[in-house]
């Protein structure tokens, strides 16, 4: 595992490219070295979504890539139709860049995406990183109203924001929100498509699926080998970590992390910290 921490990398500037894969292009941007790890981002986010400041802290160990689904973003085709749809992208981006194995990530609903990964493309990951999400099927504690009632409007201010990834009555969560925020808006040029409501349609389709579990997804975390990490908050407004705690003594290769003071974007707020987190649990079953 390469630790070239010398280096520095710029997740701001660096350039969208794009991959053919099944009669689609698949746009995904590429920062560091060593092992790759893909993340998979949340409901309507695209290429910019992402803070930098994460992207850069993991691009001191790894190859990190951010990608858009099909159709969604700048990538082209047909958006999914289900939860497995939106992790064939995964497995198709990967077999499109010739990387044989991947760590997988997954922020909120691209958490869902990646155990989907996990349990249905199982030889292609050595380990998957699950950032403020939950796990499938029917879960006890579900998303609480102001989260709904925020997450659907047309565009997000920092107040928006603070909301849905941080923790309003931290002043600790609601400063680092206005730094992340002024983060990514950062990048002024080279920018990704906004996924408009017309295709949010979508996520709504994989969110049923992800709790209808067809695929019987949740018994096979439950016998799975790969090392699952997830990272949560003390006051998750949308997937609480309680859902996990539920599995307790059932998942035999899963490790929690609550963050105190922080809320759905815990590597938004503590970028650097949860890179390391990350690196570390990576490192201890590499």
Known sequence: ???????????????????????????YRSIGEGSPIVLCTRFRANLDDWDPAFLDAL?????????????????????????????TDVKDLAKALKLEKIIVGGWSLGGFVAQLVVTEFPELVTHCILLGTKPPGANEHGIEQIFNDTAFKP????????????????????AAAQKSHNRIAARTEGKDVRIGEALWDSYAKCMEDYIK????????????????????????????????????????TTQLIVIPQTGHGPQHQYPKMVARYIHAFVKNYD
């Open 1 to 27: 595992m390469s630790e070239t921490k010398t280096k520095t990398f710029d997740a701001i500037s660096v350039q969208t490219q794009f991959v053919e894969s099944n009669g689609r292009k698949i746009a």
């Open 59 to 87: 691009a001191k160990y790894y190859q990190v890539i951010i990608f858009d689904h099909s159709g969604l973003g700048s990538s082209t085709g047909k958006p999914p139709a289900n939860v497995l749809d939106f992790a």
């Open 155 to 174: 565009s997000y201010t920092v107040e928006d924001e603070t909301i849905l990834f941080f923790e309003p009555t931290s002043a600790i969560s609601r």
């Open 213 to 252: 579990d067809p695929y019987n997804a949740r018994e096979k975390i439950m016998s799975t080998s790969i090392p699952m990490l997830v990272i949560s908050a003390d006051h998750e407004v949308c997937f609480p970590p309680e859902n996990w705690f539920a599995l307790n003594r059932k998942l035999p």
